[in-house]
């Protein structure tokens, strides 16, 4: 028999995400199965590229279930990459060692979005479907396991500059100067990116999210047409599909807090916030419509274990004793942090909230 405290560990994540009572804060991190855990490098090392490690579900499987085995978290997150669509769409993507992500063929034109198609996920993307499935059969239901993608603007990022960028000035041009054009390559990547989250629900992913992560350097008026529109395109097709219709979803737009009222209205059951905003604030802001998700500076995991505990309440007691809180860091988890740190940090987000039930408790029985 399942004991009550293996019951709540199970069901606390999702519970945030619909805004219910939870027992103590839910907590998982971005990029938790990556750089910083020494057994993520040493399976690293086995794959011999990242790409391969990506490609092999067995592999896949075993870094997600990495950080699960040793912290106390209450997700897990499919180890993947945000612009395995775009490498399906025929762009090839490869990795230089201390450049990052690269496509031989970034799009340079119209002609070249035109030939662009949706990729069936169950053929071109099966690997990442194959994990998913493994994942899912090995967590034995003892958290939820997160899909996730990328959101149409950042993968168009990508798409046309063939690269990282400090600030994509060859994307942000192209949709100045050819908005429709731009349009087309996003509604695209909207269809995509739903039937990509789509077949990972019915693969079994139990929550699924978006990585908005250029949004932000967008101005505002642009940052509506061009990033938020469509992450409302990708939300209203989930919401029409049998697999990720009872999915929740959660957008994370990162730098993107000046839009945090109308990214509510998306259609979304939660939403991402970086550290640049007080969680007070953000609550305030869009009320009751969504569970938020955040928002620890990622640098706090350096410092010493009492101020990561000092922080890590500070971010707790700033959302305050209402539902709807899934703590979790700004952004990912940089690859210098001592794993110890993520301990400390899990422990002090579960025991505050807990101590502060025990107290409230005690006090309505006084």
């Not at 606390?12 to 990556?34: N, S």
């Not at 690293?44 to 490690?53: E, I």
Request: proline letters at 6%; one cysteine or more.
């Amino acid at each position: 028999m399942i004991n009550p405290e293996e019951i709540n560990r199970r069901n606390r994540f999702l519970r945030a995400l619909r805004r219910e009572p939870v027992d103590t804060t839910p907590i998982w991190i971005m990029r938790q199965a990556g750089r910083y855990l020494p057994e993520y490098r040493a399976a690293r090392a086995r794959a011999g590229s990242f790409l391969n490690l990506m490609r092999t579900p067995e592999l896949a499987c075993e870094v997600t279930l990495q950080p699960i085995e040793r912290f106390d978290l209450d997700a897990a997150i499919l180890f993947s990459d945000i612009l395995t669509i775009p490498d399906a769409m025929g762009l090839g993507l490869h990795f230089v060692e201390g450049e990052g992500p690269k496509f031989h063929h970034p799009l340079r034109n119209a002609a070249d979005i035109r030939k662009l198609g949706v990729p069936d996920p169950e053929q071109s993307l099966h690997f990442v479907m194959d994990a998913v499935r493994l994942i899912h059969r090995e967590l034995h239901g003892r958290v939820p396991l997160i899909g996730f993608a990328g959101s149409p603007w950042t993968l168009a990022c990508y798409m046309i500059e063939g690269r990282g960028s400090r600030d994509f000035a060859r994307v942000v041009s192209f949709a100045t100067e050819d908005p429709r054009t731009m349009h087309a390559l996003l509604e695209l990547n909207a269809r995509a990116v739903a039937a990509y989250l789509s077949a990972q629900a019915a693969a079994g992913a139990q929550a699924l999210m978006v990585f908005d992560t250029w949004g932000g350097l967008l101005p505002a008026k642009m940052f509506v047409e061009f990033s938020q529109r469509h992450l409302a395109r990708v939300a209203a097709l989930l919401r029409e599909d049998h697999d990720a219709r009872d999915v929740p979803l959660i957008l994370f737009s990162k730098g993107a807090n000046a839009h945090l009222e109308t990214l509510a209205d998306t259609g979304c059951a939660a939403l991402g916030v970086d550290w640049t905003i007080a969680l007070d604030q953000a609550r305030r802001r869009v009320g009751d419509r969504v569970a938020l998700q955040g928002n620890l500076a990622p640098s706090v995991l350096l410092q010493p274990p009492d101020a990561i505990v000092r922080e890590a309440r500070e971010v707790l007691d700033s959302f305050g004793p209402h539902p709807g809180h899934v703590f979790n860091l700004g952004h990912g988890i940089t690859p210098e942090v001592d794993p110890e740190h993520v301990r400390v940090l899990v422990e002090a987000v579960h025991q505050h909230r807990a101590a502060g039930e025990t107290a409230m408790h005690a006090r309505e029985k006084a």
